[in-house]
């Protein structure tokens, strides 16, 4: 099956109109952190699957930083237009909702590129996640590091603000 793909011009101009509308830092960082995964997912080679471009590319621009900023937010843009461009519009809504539960995930390494593949497979594939996807999703999360000091800052935080 052939698909559609879009230019790192294009990418720019996408994160260009996240940063517009929802703030933060402008330009591109590293412009072959950009480029380098809108080529890969073009090899089918190395990504037969569409799930494994669109895995590969959200991973890509949540994880490598092309961008000074917005880049969790960037990489769900990006995966809903790739969706979108190749004929997939009906996951759109779905994708976006759910990466925006997992794009802090990836970033922060509690969720790696092989669940990322699986839940992506799963939005596009299934109705609701498998109850097996939804352990590895709990067990991902549960393996944070329980010695790290949970910050309840409660209402006292916000006393010395004003």
């Known amino acids: 099956m052939e698909y559609n793909y879009f230019t790192a011009d294009y990418a720019i101009k ?19 952190n950009l480029e380098s995964p ?12 569409f799930e494994e471009k669109l895995t590969h590319l959200v991973f890509s621009i949540n994880k490598f930083h ?3 900023d917005g880049n969790k937010r960037t990489s769900i843009a990006m995966g809903a ?42 939005i596009i594939n299934e109705m609701d996640y498998s109850e097996e996807l939804k352990l590895k999703i709990i067990h991902a ?3 944070l ?17 004003y």
């Open 81 to 122: 237009f790739f969706l979108e461009l190749n004929g997939l519009d009906v996951f759109v809504d779905k994708f976006i909702i759910e990466m925006e539960n997992i794009a802090v995930t990836i970033a922060d390494n509690i969720i790696d590129k092989n669940l990322l593949e699986e839940i992506v497979t799963s």
């Open 38 to 49: 809108l080529i890969h997912i073009q090899n089918n080679d190395y990504y037969p699957t």
């Open 14 to 32: 996408i994160h260009d109109k996240i940063i517009e509308i929802s703030g933060g830092l402008e330009g591109v960082k590293t412009f072959g």
């Open 141 to 143: 999360l549960n393996r």
């Open 66 to 68: 092309a961008f000074n």
């Open 145 to 161: 590091n329980s010695d790290n000091e949970q910050l309840n800052i409660g209402v006292e935080f916000y006393k010395d603000l």
